[in-house]
């Protein structure tokens, strides 16, 4: 949320001193990549955010599809507002001066302040604009951390969401963010899984229609994480803490 937040005011853009904040990186750590719609239920992104995916099937692999993503993006740079990028591959590699934040300021016959960023396209390159309050997030897989090139991953402010993250911020929120959300999810909430754990294995993870178990270097699945965050959510749980 304070990423989300991170937000010049009017009065700063119009500084000769106005530094733009980095975008920010989103290490989906969910065993179906379901980060950005976590992020979504849980009212951290807005449900109508831009997002623009890459397409990796062989029929997208395609020079016509890489420019109607590059065009995407830079149309949505051009506005304030969020927009989402996801399995983008080498879709990023001609923004290397709008990730790095590399603008040539401008100042238009009414007095506002803009940005021109070199977008490459092809064998060709374009100044493009792009608007004070633009954000972009870029969502990469866990798995995927790894293969990617150390100077990309840099530019980015890097943020890590996984299966326990609903039920982490939902407990932040029923204490009022009093307490830290790692001391929630190792402290608190963990030890109440480890408790809901042999319940389930009790009930066998077959009779439990869409049980996911925990993935490879994972403690908990999403199943486990899932009741949890049901249960910080029910009625009676709030009353309680009222």
């Known amino acids: 949320q304070d990423a989300i937040a991170d937000l010049s005011s009017d009065i700063d853009i119009q500084s000769e001193n106005f530094q733009p904040c980095r975008f920010k990186m989103i290490v989906d750590e969910t065993d179906d990549g379901s980060a950005i719609r976590m992020l979504q239920d849980m009212a951290i992104l807005p449900n109508g955010v831009n997002i623009i995916?890459?397409?990796?099937?062989?029929g997208d692999r395609s020079q016509m599809h890489a420019s109607e993503v590059?065009?995407?993006i830079r149309?949505?740079?051009a506005h304030p507002g969020i927009v989402v990028v996801t399995d983008f591959g080498g879709a990023l590699d001609g923004f290397y001066d709008l990730l790095n934040l590399r603008y040539i300021r401008t100042r238009g016959q009414d007095g506002s302040v803009g940005f021109l960023a070199t977008v490459a396209a092809g064998r060709h390159s374009v100044l493009a604009p792009v608007h004070p309050r633009f954000q972009m997030f870029v969502c990469v897989r866990a798995q995927d951390l790894p293969s990617l090139p150390l100077p990309l991953l840099n530019r980015f402010e890097k943020y890590r969401i996984g299966s326990w993250s609903a039920a982490v911020h939902r407990a932040g929120q029923l204490v009022d963010m009093r307490i830290k959300p790692d001391v929630l999810r190792d402290h608190i909430l963990g030890e109440a899984a480890k408790r809901l754990e042999?319940?389930?294995?009790?009930?066998?993870?077959?009779?439990?229609?869409g049980y996911q178990g925990p993935a490879k270097h994972a403690e908990f699945g999403q199943t486990i994480w899932s009741l949890l965050h049901r249960a910080l959510g029910s009625p009676k749980m709030e009353e309680a803490l009222r």
């Open 53 to 58: 995916e890459v397409s990796d099937l062989p």
């Open 198 to 209: 042999p319940l389930v294995q009790l009930l066998s993870p077959a009779s439990l229609i």
């Open 70 to 72: 590059v065009s995407a």
């Open 75 to 77: 149309l949505a740079a």
